[in-house]
């Protein structure tokens, strides 16, 4: 859920998928072969078929914060079908390493390294996903914080005119 790929209607009423760039083409992909299609979003649902259940899942997005230069990296909070909430993340290695659960498995995180740098040697184009789940307290402060921070004039400033701000801080 974590890309901008949507579905198209065409004429003959069947879907087809379009993503804008080869890396959400290559997740929905991916996705779809351990048995997890993705079939539409709105603005505030997606809409995912499970190939093991045959049930067409719902999952609730909350918020999508897009891709940039700066960030590199888009993320996707979510209300997952458990009910609970979730951080859905996609972005270069250089982003993400360093945002890794401390207490995760070093050994895993040693290996993921080791495995970039030997793609990228190899001319490899790397890409890393996670999520955790965000407590429902933890999910409403970041929420009051962010949409502060969105809708204050001097943040908006700072952040067109490339200083510090709570935007780009808390996303």
């Not at 949507?6 to 009423?13: A, C, I, K, P, Y």
């Not at 990296?73 to 982003?95: C, E, F, P, Q």
Request: with cysteine; aromatic share 8%.
């Amino acid at each position: 859920l974590c890309h901008e790929a949507v579905s198209e209607r065409l004429e003959d009423g069947k879907s087809k998928i379009s993503a804008p760039n080869p890396d959400d083409e290559a997740l929905v992909c991916a996705a779809a072969f351990f048995g997890y299609e993705f079939k539409d979003r709105n603005k505030n649902m997606a809409f995912v078929f499970e190939q093991e259940t045959q049930q067409m899942l719902q999952v609730e997005v909350l918020y999508v914060i897009p891709f940039t230069s700066s960030r590199k990296r888009m993320s996707v909070i979510i209300r997952d079908v458990d009910n609970k909430v979730k951080i859905l993340t996609k972005g270069a290695d250089s982003a993400i390493i360093s945002r890794l659960d401390p207490a995760g498995d070093p050994e895993v995180t040693r290996k993921t390294i080791s495995d970039i740098e030997s793609y990228s040697l190899e001319g490899l184009r790397c890409l890393i996903v996670g999520y955790a789940v965000i407590g429902e307290e933890k999910f409403r402060t970041w929420c009051r914080h962010y949409e502060k921070a969105r809708t204050d004039i001097i943040e908006i400033d700072k952040k067109k005119n490339g200083a510090l701000n709570d935007i780009d801080t808390l996303e």
